[in-house]
C-alpha cells in the first residue's frame, strides 16, 4: 500500500527536548479506521513514545509526523490524514480484542508498528529522493540525510523498545516477530529498488514488493496485537495472514487509485502514477500484456516525455484496454475474501469481528 502519513500536530506548545507530552496534547485522529476509544490509548501513548527519543531525533520525528515545524513550534493546518494512515495501529488494537483480551493490553504492538512505519517512509524518502511528504519539504531535505536516517535508526529502536517493556511471556516472541517483519520490510524494499530498475518486469516482481513492503506490516500489526491480547499460537498466525492478505488488497486499492483515482477523495494529482511512470502492478501488467495497447503504453514511456493530462487520460485508458485494471480488481477482491476466511476461522468475539469485517470494506470500498 502507498504509505500515507500519520499523526497531525498536537495542540499545545512544544515542550522541551526530552520532556513527557503533557496531557491533552497528543496528536489529532488518524483516520477512521480507530474507534473513538481506540484514539483515546493510542495517541498519547505514541505521543510519549516519540517524546521519549533523544532531543536531536525527536526534533527530527515530530516535524516528519506532521505536529510541528523545524522549530518544534506546533502546527494547526488542515488535517491531511485520510483512512490508511490508521490502519496499522488500529488492526493492533482491534487483533488484541479478537483475541480476547482488551486494547489497552495491545497498546505496545500498536504504537510499534507505527514507529515501525516511520521509520520506513524516512529512510524510503532519501531512497527515493522524494522532496515532500504532507505537502511540505521532506524530513531529509530540511534536516540533512544523515539526521534523517538517524532518526529512522531511532524510531525502529524505539519500536524495539516498546515490546521489550511488555510482559515477560510475550515481549521476546514480540521482539522475534518483529524481527521477522523488519527483515521481511528490507526484502521488500530491496524487490522495489530491482523492479525500478528491471528491463522487464513482471506481475510477480510486482507481487514480491508488495508482500514485502506492505503485506507484511499489516501481518506483523495483526500478529502482535494477537499476542498481546492473550491469543494462541494459533490464532496469532490466523491474524497474521488476515493482516497480510489485507495488506495485499490495500496495495492493490492504492496502485488503482494511482491510475484511475479521483483526485478530490485521493489528494494526489489525477493519473499521477502515470506522470511518474510508476511501475505498479497495472502498469506492469499492460507493459507485460503482449497487447497493442501495451505496446503504445511502452513507447510512450520510453520517451521521458512529460505527460500532458490529455496524454495522462489516454495512458490510463491503455492501461484498462489491457485488461490490467480488472487483473488488479480481481486479485483485490481474492485477497479481501482470504481475509474474511482467515478472521472466520480465527473466530473472534463478535465486537472485534465486526470492526475487523468493517476494515475489510473499508479497503474494498477504496477500490476504483
Do not use: N
Request: contains cysteine; aromatic residues 4%.
Amino acid at each position: 500500500m502507498t504509505a500515507t502519513e500519520a499523526p497531525a500536530p498536537p495542540t499545545g506548545a512544544a515542550e522541551p527536548p526530552g520532556a513527557a507530552p503533557p496531557a491533552g496534547d497528543a496528536p489529532r485522529p488518524l483516520g477512521t479506521a480507530f474507534q473513538a476509544e481506540h484514539l483515546a490509548l493510542f495517541e498519547p501513548a505514541l505521543s510519549a513514545a516519540v517524546h521519549r527519543l533523544p532531543a536531536a531525533v525527536r526534533r527530527v520525528a515530530g516535524y516528519h509526523l506532521g505536529w510541528w515545524d523545524e522549530h518544534e513550534r506546533p502546527l494547526f493546518g488542515p488535517d491531511t490524514t485520510d483512512e490508511a494512515a490508521s490502519i496499522r495501529p488500529a488492526l493492533a488494537l482491534l487483533c488484541g480484542e479478537a483475541a480476547g483480551g482488551d486494547a489497552a493490553a495491545a497498546l505496545p504492538a500498536a504504537v510499534a508498528v507505527e514507529l515501525v512505519h516511520h521509520f520506513t517512509l524516512l529512510h524510503d524518502d532519501i531512497i527515493d529522493g522524494g522532496g515532500t511528504r504532507r505537502r511540505r519539504p521532506a524530513a531529509w531535505t530540511v534536516f540533512g540525510t544523515a539526521q534523517a536516517l538517524l532518526t529512522g535508526d531511532s524510531l525502529m529502536v524505539a519500536a524495539m523498545d516498546v515490546l521489550a517493556a511488555g510482559p515477560r511471556d510475550i515481549a521476546p516472541r514480540a521482539l522475534h516477530d518483529l524481527a521477522a517483519g523488519l527483515q521481511d520490510l528490507g526484502a521488500g524494499r530491496g524487490a522495489e529498488l530491482r523492479l525500478a530498475a528491471a528491463p522487464a518486469p513482471t506481475p510477480d516482481d510486482c507481487r514480491e514488493v508488495i508482500a514485502g513492503k506492505t503485506a507484511s506490516l499489516l501481518g506483523c500489526a495483526c500478529s502482535l496485537g494477537t499476542m498481546f491480547g492473550g491469543g494462541s499460537a494459533g490464532r496469532v498466525r490466523l491474524m497474521r495472514m488476515f493482516g497480510e492478505r489485507l495488506g495485499h488488497a490495500s496495495h492493490l486499492a492504492d496502485d488503482m487509485l494511482g491510475l484511475w483515482g479521483d483526485p478530490r477523495g485521493t489528494g494526489g494529482a489525477v493519473h499521477r502514477d502515470l506522470a511518474r511512470r510508476k511501475r505498479s502492478l497495472p502498469v506492469v501488467a499492460a507493459l507485460a500484456s503482449g497487447t497493442a495497447a501495451g505496446r503504445e503504453l511502452a513507447a510512450a514511456f520510453e520517451t521521458g516525455a512529460e505527460f500532458s493530462p490529455a496524454v495522462l487520460a489516454h495512458l490510463a485508458g491503455l492501461v484498462e484496454r489491457t485488461g490490467a485494471r480488472r487483473l488488479a480488481a480481481d486479485a483485490a477482491a481474492e485477497h479481501l475474501a482470504a481475509a474474511a476466511a482467515c478472521l472466520d476461522a480465527a473466530d473472534p468475539p463478535p465486537g472485534p469481528a465486526a470492526a475487523l469485517r468493517a476494515v475489510i470494506g473499508r479497503v474494498a470500498a477504496r477500490i476504483p
